[in-house]
Structures are given as C-alpha cells and as structure tokens.
C-alpha cells in the first residue's frame, strides 16, 4: 500500500493532474485496500481449515471433531473464495494498467520521477 500513497501524493502536488483521473486513482487504491483486506481474512480462514484438520487428523476416527465430509466442504469454500479474490484482484490490476501511461506522464518529466510537494508541505 505503501506504493499507492506515493502515487497518490505525487499526483496529489501536481497541477497537470485532472481531478477526474485523481479521483479515479483513489477509488481502485480504496478497492484493492479493501481487497487486501479480504485477502488477508481469507488466509485466516484457511489456516483455522488447517489447524482444525491437522487436530482432528490426530485424534482416533471415532473422536475426531471435524468430519472428513465437513472438511471437505469447508476447503471447497476456501478454495471458492479464493478464486474469487483472485478473479476481482485481475480485474483492478487490469483497472490500473489503464492508468498506467497517465500516471507515468504525471510522474515523470524527461524520463526522471518528479518529486511533487503536496500542497501546504514546506
């Protein structure tokens, strides 16, 4: 994320940026922070899947917690989940490479990164 705020104050001090593209660069950087985020709750999940599975799997198969059905059940909800992360992550990436030539034209004079000062930084 780190990389989205220097983007974003970059654009944010330079006076050639539209206020339509600057906004739109917030809304995807807003999207994939939220889909890190997801990302992140999914990664959770899968490893209480794991966790659960790898204490179930040593108990005897009479005592076992976790069923091998609903294990089976909850991997595939992982597994779905994940794909779908993945399949809106594509998207925004593809959202971005969009945004790709602006952003290098705003960023860059004469082939070198312009440091921009945001407004009201001394």
Known sequence: MGGFYSVQKGLLG???VPNAFYDKFKQGKS???AECENMRQIL???YR???DYA???QRAPDDRSISAKR????AKAVHRDVQEIYQRYV???EDFKTQRSALVSYLTKNGK???VKPPGTP
């Not at 294990?71 to 909850?74: D, H, I, N, P, T």
């Open 14 to 16: 330079n006076k050639r």
């Open 31 to 33: 999207l994939f922070r």
């Open 44 to 46: 959770q999940s899968s």
């Open 49 to 51: 899947h794991a966790s």
């Open 55 to 57: 204490v179930s799997s």
């Open 71 to 74: 294990c089976f059940l909850s």
């Open 91 to 93: 998207k925004l990436t």
């Open 113 to 115: 990164i312009v440091h």
